[in-house]
């Protein structure tokens, strides 16, 4: 079993950077993908990114290519999302998930979620 735990989500203006972490434990961690969701007010919970057990094959939703940047670090049971050039529209709960697969399409089959973390870009 992997819980998994979100941390560095905010506020920021329009323009500004955060970066997003999810601790892992278990130790399977490194045998899991790993995907970031997001989840605005109303909407569905998509999938804006995803990683490969080794750290190879990265998605990235169209909405987010180009300015977020997902790594893991299989020694300390982390993942990331480098969100950079944040937008309002960006404004969501961002959740942390353990993927049975995903392809590059981002189609995908989470396993293990996280509870989220809140991040809001005003404008």
């Known amino acids: 079993q992997v819980q998994l735990v979100e941390s560095g989500g905010g506020s920021v203006q329009a323009g500004g950077s955060l970066r997003l972490s999810c601790a892992a434990s278990?130790?399977?961690?490194?045998?899991?993908?790993m995907g970031w969701f997001r989840q605005a007010p109303g909407k569905e919970r998509d999938i804006i990114a995803a990683?490969?057990?080794?750290?190879?094959?990265?998605y990235y939703a169209d909405s987010v290519q180009g300015r977020f940047t997902i790594s893991r670090d299989n020694a300390k049971n982390m993942v990331y999302l480098q969100m950079n050039s944040l937008k309002p529209e960006d404004t969501a709960v961002y959740h942390c998930?353990?993927?049975?697969?995903?392809?590059?399409?981002?189609?995908?089959?989470?396993?293990?979620w996280g509870q989220g973390t809140q991040v809001t870009v005003s404008s």
């Open positions: 998930a353990a993927l049975k697969w995903y392809s590059n399409v981002g189609s995908n089959e989470v396993e293990y």
């Open positions: 278990g130790r399977t961690f490194d045998s899991y993908a």
């Open positions: 990683i490969g057990w080794s750290g190879g094959n990265p």
